[in-house]
Each structure stands twice: as structure tokens, then as C-alpha cells.
């Protein structure tokens, strides 16, 4: 009688990952989060998995903002808090080691939600995209084709109708969005002017990313002053990313019919007392337009982004700078280091290039 073949005995890898301590109610610090060894990972699927699954190797992760509200224990936003002892969740780019999902195979390279381990099974494969390998680098689908640049384009072309000439204000301007909102402003024919933390970033914005003008908030003691130096005759349009002060000296600002497209308030996310805004009123006499907005809210662009953004950054109308740490037990201080402005650029972690 002959005897079966024994099964092939599955490879397996280390699997080190990065996990959140405990909830937090300020800026986070490196300590917020615990590199550990999760041990052993069977490469393979589990045969027990619930549906359809994938299995990827990280390459790249992104290190975003929003990911701060996470670390909050606060089940009323838009997006779930992270569980303390849990692996922390990002935007990644990762290779498909194993597949049950008919829409991926093995080697196939694709971004989405993953997490900020080696190696990580994606059990709602549906949300992840495949990416064509070209030209552009794939850590480019985490700012330029990815997130970043999806909400840069969809903000400012949706939420500020930009015209010909108009006047363009972009706060934290070198960062993964702001680099982008006012390259595509200046490729609209408007007039753009950018803010940042250093006098680096300025240099950046005026000599890479051609802003007709920029400056250092943090030398401004007096902001409203400073924007009436730069817009004399006011501001069209405000791409908002900071809050606070700046806000309220941009509202002074403003001229008649102005739009001004919430994106997010950095300022305000290590602030267990927020700062209030004083000027608010003057959305009224100036019929001003204040929208808050999530990129996926509109989702059914992001392949015309694909194709604009990827088409003007081949023909050379647009550029982008990265930020990259490399290694997993690098990524708690990148991520830290976006609440102070440490990064120069969309901050991303390599993990690997295989």
C-alpha cells in the first residue's frame, strides 16, 4: 500500500512589529509605542482564515497625521481607535507573499491598509490595490499617487473651485499635501504663496516646488500682519493643515467669497485644551466658504487623479520630496517626528526593496 506524500512543510519568518502601549491624550513620543517579536509567521495563509486572505511582505509604510486620533481612545471619529497591545494600522506598500484572494497572486505588489509589522495578513483584501510597476518609485504611492496626493487633489480642485489668478494661501506647505495642493494651484495659473516651520522648508517651497513666495511662521510675530505682506490684496483661497492662530489670521484675510478647504489642524493634535478661534465671524460679511473634508469622500476621482498627477509628474510639472527612515524600529520616531516638523517632505519607513 502506498503511503502519501508527507505535506511540504511551511516556511516561516520572524514577524517583529510595532504595538501601542496604551491610549493617549497629548502629542505622541516614542515611547507611546513598544517594538516586539511576534514570533514565527507561517508564509501562507492560514487554512483556517475566515475568508479570503493575503498574505504580504511590507515594503514602505507611511507615517500620516491622522494616525495621532487613533491613539485616542475615542470610538466617535470616522476611523476606529487602535487597540493598546495591538499592532499599529497605516497606509503601506507590500509585496503578496500568499493569496486565497482570487484578485492577487504571489509577487504582486499592492497598497492599502497594513500593519506596521514585517509581515501582515490582510483579511479584507477587497480594499487593497494593485499597483503597475513603472518609473515612478513605489514609496510614491504612499504621498504623490497615494493618500497625500489624492487629498491635495480632490481638496483643492473640489472644495476650492480654483480660478485663473486667483490667490492661494497654503499652511505646513512642504508637507506630504501641502507640496503637492500648491504645485497644482500654480499649474492652475493661480498665485501661491506657503508657510512651513524652518528656514529650509521655505527655501524648498520657493526654489523646488515653485511657490511664488513663502515664508517662516515661526519668525512672524504676527501672522495677520504677515499675510497682508504677502496678499495685499487678500486671500482667495486657504488650504488649511494647521489651526489655531494661523486660521484666525488668515479669516482677517480673506476676501470676498473666499474658500477655505479644512484638511487638517496640526497645531491642535497634542493639545488636550484646543485653542478657539476668535475671527470666525468674518465668514459672514465675506460670504466666505469653510468646508471640512476626508479624501474618501470622493473616491470616485482617484483614477483621474491617477492619471493627472502621474502624467504632470512625467512631464516634469511636478515634483516630490520624501522623508524615508529606513527599518521598522526606526518608524515610532518618524511618526513622532511629524508633530514637530522633523520631516522634510512625506515621511515614509522602508522596510524593505525586495
Sequence with gaps: MEQAEPAAEVPTARNRKVVLREYITRAPTEDDMLLVDGGAVPLRVPDGAAGPAVLVKNLYLSCDPYMRGRMRDNHSSYIPPFKPGSVIEGLGVARVVDSTYPGFSAGDIVSGMTGWEEYSLIEKPEQLNKIQQSDIPLSYHLGLLGMPGFTAYAGFYELCSPKKGEFVFVSAASGAVGQIV??????????????????????????????????????????????????????????????????????VNMRMHGRIAVCGMVSQHGMTDPVGIHNLFCLVPKRIKMQGFIQSDFLNLFPQFLDDVAKHYRDGKIVYVEDMSIGLENAPGAFVGLFSGKNVGKQVVCMSQE
Excluded: W
Aim: with cysteine.
Design 182 to 251: 500648491g504645485q497644482l494651484a500654480k499649474l492652475h495659473g493661480c498665485y501661491v504663496v506657503g508657510s512651513a516651520g524652518t528656514n529650509q522648508k521655505v527655501e524648498l517651497l520657493k526654489d523646488k516646488f515653485g511657490f511664488n513666495a513663502a515664508f517662516n511662521y515661526k519668525e512672524e510675530p504676527d501672522l495677520t500682519a504677515a499675510l497682508k505682506r504677502y496678499f495685499p490684496e487678500g486671500i482667495d483661497i486657504y488650504f488649511e493643515n494647521v489651526g489655531g492662530s494661523m486660521l484666525d489670521a488668515v479669516l
